[in-house]
């Protein structure tokens, strides 16, 4: 499988790099760091859609992923990794759709390492506008704080599964954009230094890597329960 690291992108050219890897469909591993704030929309998602109106009142840009989902607010620092392998490749089996904890074990890998306990789990459903706040799919969670989300697009040929980590947090611009109480965020969402891990985003970023690269180095079994359209 091959190993991307790609260093900071902005949140458009990370979109555009995950969309190039699904269409080669070849096995591989890319993490970035985000280097900018911005919107990102599901894939279903109008371009006039409540939080995109409001990114473009408060100056964000938005892009829009070919992913599930609602909306992501990306900051800096942020760790965006991805997997993409062959359709017919063991390691997406018969349960891919909800394969969260199979395709994302090098993320709970990392936050373990830190010494945060974490894992996958179902989306706590009080959002309807942000995804890691929503109803569909899984989440990654420290404790009751969500972390991280992730999504997927299958095609003829691919699947592409991508998910982002948070490491600092903007409650109130989060709140701003989502129309969520602040004090819910305080409480439900986390950054990983809000979790005492503060170490920099490239050190995280090259870990994150490998944990990713070693739990999906091996094909898996073909689970029929384990990922996401979300």
Do not use: K, N
Request: charged residues 25%; proline residues 6%.
């Amino acid at each position: 499988m091959e190993r991307l690291f790609d260093g900071r992108v902005a949140a458009a050219t990370d979109v555009e790099r995950d969309e190039a890897l699904l269409r080669r469909g070849r096995p591989a591993v890319r993490v970035a760091i985000l280097a900018d704030r911005a919107l990102s929309l599901g894939v279903a998602q109008a371009t006039d859609a409540p939080a995109a109106l409001r990114a473009a009142a408060l100056g964000l840009p938005v892009v829009r992923r070919s992913t599930g989902g609602t909306g992501v607010l990306h900051l800096p620092g942020d760790l965006a990794w991805s997997v993409v392998l062959p359709r017919e490749d063991p390691r997406v089996g018969r349960g891919f759709v909800r394969a969260y904890g199979r395709f994302g074990e090098g993320a709970v890998r990392l936050l373990v390492e830190r010494g945060v306990e974490s894992s996958w789990v179902p989306a706590p459903g009080l959002s309807p506008e942000a995804c890691l706040l929503g109803d569909r799919g899984e989440v990654l969670a420290a404790g009751p704080r969500v972390v991280g989300g992730a999504a997927q697009h299958l095609t003829a040929r691919a699947i592409l599964h991508h998910g982002v980590i948070g490491v600092l947090a903007e409650p109130d611009l989060e709140s701003e954009l989502f129309d969520v109480p602040a004090s819910l965020l305080r409480s439900r969402r986390a950054g990983l230094d809000g979790l005492g891990v503060t170490l920099s985003s490239e050190w995280l970023a090259a870990r994150l890597l490998d944990h990713l690269a070693r739990s999906l180095g091996r094909p898996a079994e073909d689970s029929a329960g384990a990922g996401t359209t979300g």
